[in-house]
């Protein structure tokens, strides 16, 4: 089983950008789905991205369409999620994660076998 580290985490101000990183060791990175969830302060932790194994397939929620992006090389083990346009309402602890079902069961966390630690993430407006 894989295990995960997330980085790239910090204090931006509304409008900026960031790039969280997620490293996996110790599986077959290539054969899980990844995806990252959020949580902020007194509320549910919610998927905000997805990719596919090789990356065919990829799911965003709809309050980061168009301004985030989700890619992962297989090579390097890592996973990463492009945050453009951040808005104070992306603040949140973000959290990697893999699973080995098919992107399309990831939506609710319930088939996530390993979760990153976390990595927070504060917008400033």
């Known amino acids: 089983q894989v295990q995960l580290v997330e980085s790239g985490g910090g204090l931006v101000q509304a409008g900026g950008s960031l790039r969280l990183s997620c490293a996996a060791s110790?599986?077959?990175?290539?054969?899980?789905?990844m995806g990252w969830f959020r949580q902020a302060p007194g509320e549910e932790r919610d998927l905000v991205s997805a990719?596919?194994?090789?990356?065919?397939?990829?799911f965003y929620a709809d309050f980061v369409k168009g301004r985030f992006t989700i890619s992962r090389d297989d090579a390097k083990n890592t996973v990463y999620l492009q945050m453009n346009n951040l808005k104070a309402e992306d603040t949140a602890v973000y959290y990697c994660?893999?699973?080995?079902?098919?992107?399309?069961?990831?939506?609710?966390?319930?088939?996530?076998?390993?979760w990153g630690q976390g990595t927070l993430v504060t917008v400033s407006s």
């Open positions: 990719i596919s194994w090789g990356g065919v397939s990829r």
């Open positions: 994660a893999a699973s080995s079902r098919p992107i399309t069961l990831m939506t609710t966390g319930r088939y996530v076998e390993v």
């Open positions: 110790g599986g077959t990175f290539r054969s899980y789905t």
